[in-house]
């Protein structure tokens, strides 16, 4: 016998189900409310797929192998490229803007660490054919009306959004050559998670004087679109993207999701495929990883998928959100004890109790009752251990009582259509 | 750019998805009814786990391959194996009988035909620590239960149930050797795929006359239980199988399917596991691969988890259930157009369209908007286009229109606590 679940994958006994039953209802609530439909790809695909968007260094990360027809195969580590193929293949028929989500359970086969298994589910949110901010506007308010539907505020969670076109143009002010951007956003990625005096180093081994130093280090910290205008409103590059922003940001108050956003230049997404406004969501206390990371992408389907269309989209994972509920005392689990439990006083009286059983369930309650004869007092026992609410008594003159089983209180009652009355 | 899924493998575009969505959803919601509750394993697990059941011979059937850390490791093929690591794990600590149900995909790598393909996803339904028919009967109503909430009647789809040990004694009686029976459950197990005179001789092969091989075939025929009373109920083995069986259909009546089942011997199920009654769904006509199959397994979770307890399952898959549906004009899609259009005159009034949508979307409903202004004409024409039922025009005298989509009816609203009034 194989002793457990292989390391970083997780077995979901029915408590743990019903707690991601939970999470991922919630996403598809949420999700159905701003009006994006399901669908879903193959857990398996061609690994090209991926080498294709990621290079082959990603190979190393992956459950990958040559099936028996001798294809080179991977275990989908991330849902994007299915998407884009999906897309592109029906791109002319597809009503736009797409709105489309899933909910894969993903694979990457990484070294193990908190919040890190090799298997998670991941909430996929995407949009097409929208090149203007209301998309971006909507595409945060989904993440965000999700952890408000969670039962978290915006003191437990911050959106932090940047521009990655806003940056590149303050660079440009800055006299940062245009070759030298993807180095500085590199810097700027990591300058949470270093000294400041080795980002300063790293900024001016690119070749940047220190006020241009100084600049940067200087938008990396709070920032507002006000400020920003006053230093550099001058510059029409960077007028026109604050002006876009500042729609962005009052389209996210019209949305009633403004309270949770800040704006936060540090906000880079390692990824390189972004190309406008990404954020992430971060629990307030910094304890735990994004929680949620995404953005624009415009440029991705081309390249993946030759369809020339703007896209946007976020994923959001049950592992990190689910340690943060958990932390917060608001992880609740969908509810599984049945409606009923039907029990027989007399064991001759299982038959009736089983068509009293069966009719109740194709009313629609949850009903269980005792499979082997036992005593009225033993029924009503393994009820209460199941957590159903209510017992039905089948009695030995046959009327049937229902009796709460939190209060003890009885009464008689009927059945009629399939419901007790 | 890879072509497209691989071979065997499909894309759930929206459409398919709701179809699929309103499958599992009517599998979930007849399980629960049951009191079953849900639970789920890894997609990947150690290999061993299903050669230990099934032998080597499985793998080439498997996706199988050697993962990064050297693990010996295959995508799941079934969902039993799991299960029982699963209960043997916390054998002690579950509440009995256990009853859990999984809606998992699996893989298997098979040339492909028609209602096979190289995943499909699969309801498994098991009930663990019960011995007596009465579990037994319980399982089988919930697969009848299933196809009866998918719009099918008992003249669409028959349940067909034999009793592997009922078929022993009576192979016994017949003066089959104990260790022929195998042998014979084999033939009878082909019995409907190939010539009968083919079967005889298999028969013959193994060593029994003429009198037992007609017998036999007489067994695989149209029988009764009071028939096989009359033909065998002196023989003591015999007779206590047909009492249990007896007990069983009349629980299969007082669950109220009892008219959808029909005792046919010829029902031995491949697997080699079976310990009791099994049984198979199949569509009336005869035209579709079976729908459903399971039975009792008393010895497995002993043989896989070192657990000895009765226990009893059924599987039913998504792809001939699917095509049998179609087939009936009876597959339903889950509805995924959004509840409520916003829409605005004024291009100006964008801000307002948002702060209405994302209150109704608060209140619960699915709000879809123009997200590039476009004139009301056209913002109606592509509610209609999306299926939206009424659109909600903001005025620009800011009053609120709830316009019917399909009638053109309208009529002055006003919004109230995130709903429409």
Not at 210 to 239: C, F, H, K, N
Request: proline share 4%; hydrophobic share 45%; glycine share 10%.
């Amino acid at each position: 016998m194989a002793k457990g679940a292989l390391p970083g994958f997780r077995d979901f006994y029915p408590q743990e189900l019903a707690e991601r039953a939970y999470l991922l209802r919630t996403w598809r609530d949420v999700a159905r409310r701003f009006a994006f439909v399901e669908y879903d790809g193959p857990p398996l695909e061609p690994l090209e797929l991926y080498t294709r968007k990621s290079g082959e260094e990603i190979v190393g990360q992956l459950y990958n192998f040559v099936d028996k027809g001798g294809r080179e195969v991977a275990l989908r580590p991330e849902m994007t490229p299915t998407f884009a193929r999906m897309v592109a293949d029906k791109a002319n028929a597809l009503r736009k803007p797409v709105r489309w989500f899933s909910v894969p359970q993903l694979f990457r086969y990484e070294r193990q660490q908190k919040g890190r298994l090799r298997e998670h589910f991941q909430l996929n949110v995407d949009l097409v054919g929208e090149s203007d901010v209301t998309a971006d506007a909507e595409l945060l308010a989904v993440a965000v009306e999700i952890v408000r539907a969670l039962g978290l505020t915006q003191n437990d969670v911050r959106a932090r959004v940047s521009d990655r076109r806003l940056l590149r143009a303050l660079l440009g002010a800055l006299g940062v050559p245009e070759g030298q951007a993807p180095a500085v956003f590199g810097v700027i990625d990591k300058i949470e998670r270093q000294p400041l005096e080795i980002s300063r180093e790293k900024l001016a081994a690119l070749g940047l004087g220190q006020a241009a130093v100084d600049a940067i280090v200087g938008l990396t910290g709070r920032v507002s679109l006000e400020r920003l205008r006053a230093d550099y409103g001058t510059v029409p590059d960077v007028a026109e993207r604050l002006a876009d922003l500042e729609r962005y940001f009052g389209y996210l108050r019209a949305l009633g999701v403004g309270e949770w956003v800040d704006l936060d230049l540090k906000i880079v997404r390692g990824l390189a495929y972004y190309t406008g406004i990404v954020f992430e969501l971060f629990d307030a206390h910094g304890e735990f990883r994004a929680i949620c990371g995404g953005g624009r992408y415009d440029t991705l389907l081309e390249s993946l998928g030759g369809v020339d269309l703007p896209a946007l989209g976020f994923g959001m994972g049950d592992v990190v959100l689910g340690e943060l509920l958990r932390k917060r005392g608001l992880m609740h689990a969908e509810r599984s004890a049945a409606d009923y439990w039907v029990a027989y006083s007399d064991p001759a009286q299982l038959g009736q109790a089983m068509e009293l059983a069966g009719a109740l369930r194709r009313g629609g309650a949850s009903v269980e009752y005792a499979l082997k004869a036992q005593q009225l007092g033993r029924q009503l026992k393994a009820a209460a251990a199941a957590g159903v609410p209510e017992a039905v008594i089948v009695r030995e003159d046959h009327a049937l009582i229902l009796k709460s089983l939190a209060s003890g209180e009885e009464r008689t009652v009927r059945l009629r259509e399939g419901r007790l009355v």
